[in-house]
């Protein structure tokens, strides 16, 4: 079945600090990619995602490409603030699938001032 | 203000007490689906319902029920609950077209349940 694997956390980062948080999946065909993100007691967000193959996805300063070749769909961030302190998810679905997102396992965010 | 709303946030319960999470959504959407997140594990879908009296089942069913009567409301019943439902739940909606649910889903803000 369809699946997504992230980067193990938690993660800790000074402010300034340049963020990558890798995300694989395994899928059969070319799946819709996503990054949500939650906030301390919050529910999930959309931060982002991409449709198709070399689409890039961006918000808030963050930005993932969908790489075919790679099946990935790594998050990037040039300067993290204490604010972007959170747990991100990538997930990924089928256009028209009832069954909806496959979620990775998350990661922890910290940013320290 | 466009919103999912979950009721109640937290819940403290005993082992086989019968409890209800509510879900309502103010976006008209006829998708939703409700997920429990567990530490390592990610979100895993429960149920979820296409439309007004359309449910099915998602990854991990078992111990759980929905029900969908209106298209906002969309409740997560425990009939006997175990501690192996400790958790945090999620429900999410989103907009369906002919295809199928969009993509971007809306979620709420989570209940948490602890099941002594």
């Known amino acids: 079945g369809d699946s997504v694997t992230q980067m193990e956390g938690p993660v800790t980062l000074s402010e300034e600090a340049f963020l990558t948080i890798n995300c694989t999946y395994t899928?059969?065909?070319?799946?819709?990619l996503f990054w949500y993100v939650q906030y301390p007691g919050e529910g999930l967000q959309l931060l982002l995602k991409?449709?198709?193959?070399?689409d890039k996805g961006s918000n808030k300063g963050f930005e993932a490409t969908y790489r075919k070749e790679t099946t990935s769909f790594h998050l990037e961030k040039g300067s993290v603030q204490v604010s972007d302190s959170a747990v991100y998810f990538c997930a990924l679905c089928f256009s028209g699938s009832a069954r909806q997102l496959t979620f990775g396992s998350g990661t922890q965010l910290t940013v320290l001032p | 203000e466009a919103q999912v709303t979950q009721n109640p946030r937290y819940l403290i319960t005993v082992t086989g007490k019968k409890l209800t999470v509510t879900c309502s959504q103010n976006m008209n959407h006829e998708y939703m689906s409700w997920y429990r997140q567990d530490p390592g594990l990610g979100l895993r879908q429960i149920y979820y319902s296409m439309n007004v009296e359309v449910t099915d089942k998602g990854d991990v069913p078992e111990g759980y029920k929905v029900s969908r009567k209106e298209k906002r409301n969309f409740p997560l019943i425990l009939e006997s609950p175990s501690p192996n439902q400790t958790s945090l739940y999620f429900c999410a909606s989103s907009l369906s077209n002919s295809k199928g649910p969009q993509e971007t889903q809306y979620f709420g803000p989570g209940t948490r349940l602890l099941v002594l």
């Open positions: 899928a059969t065909g070319y799946p819709s």
């Open positions: 991409a449709t198709k193959a070399d």
